[in-house]
């Protein structure tokens, strides 16, 4: 089975792919940018397209990549979603399908929103995640409002 055809829990989408150089490419519509396709890609193309064509989430809203700093290391989050007064609202840390979802990937995410302090902290493998609030209470990610 090839990435292509491997099902995540969001629903499936029209994915752009390409091949180049003998690497197959996606395109993030949030960058605007053909990136490799790796499982983690995978996961996150198919997330943010659920974030803007399930949850309603303006595109305009999420950030992806974006470096932050961690007591002098610098480290990149995976997507973060912003709130319309432009503060982050979501932090998400995506990860590949077979990876599991266990105490140091949420200890990761969470780690990383020390610095950016959302609302919201999600985890996801394509296949479950795991929400918690800003009281680190266990909830659904939220549709935009």
């Given amino acids: ?18 091949n180049s150089n ?6 993030d519509s949030i960058r605007k940018k053909w990136l490799v396709l ?9 997330l943010i397209n659920y974030l803007v064509h399930v949850k309603n989430y303006p595109a305009s809203l999420i950030a992806i990549e974006k470096e932050i700093a961690l007591n ?3 480290k990149r989050f995976d997507v973060v979603v ?19 979802l266990d105490l140091s990937v949420i200890e990761q995410a969470l780690r990383y929103n020390l610095n950016l302090k959302s609302e919201f902290v999600m985890i996801t493998n394509g296949l479950s995640d795991f929400v918690v609030d800003k009281n680190n209470n266990v909830t659904t990610l939220p549709d935009y409002h």
């Fill in 1 to 18: 089975m090839t990435l292509l055809n491997f099902a995540l829990k969001y629903p499936p989408f029209n994915v752009r792919v390409k």
């Fill in 22 to 27: 003998g690497n197959t490419l996606i395109f």
């Fill in 38 to 46: 790796t499982p983690e890609e995978w996961v996150r193309q198919h």
């Fill in 72 to 74: 002098d290391i610098k």
């Fill in 82 to 100: 912003y709130n319309s007064s432009l503060l982050p609202h979501i932090l998400i840390e995506c990860k590949a399908p077979y990876i599991e």
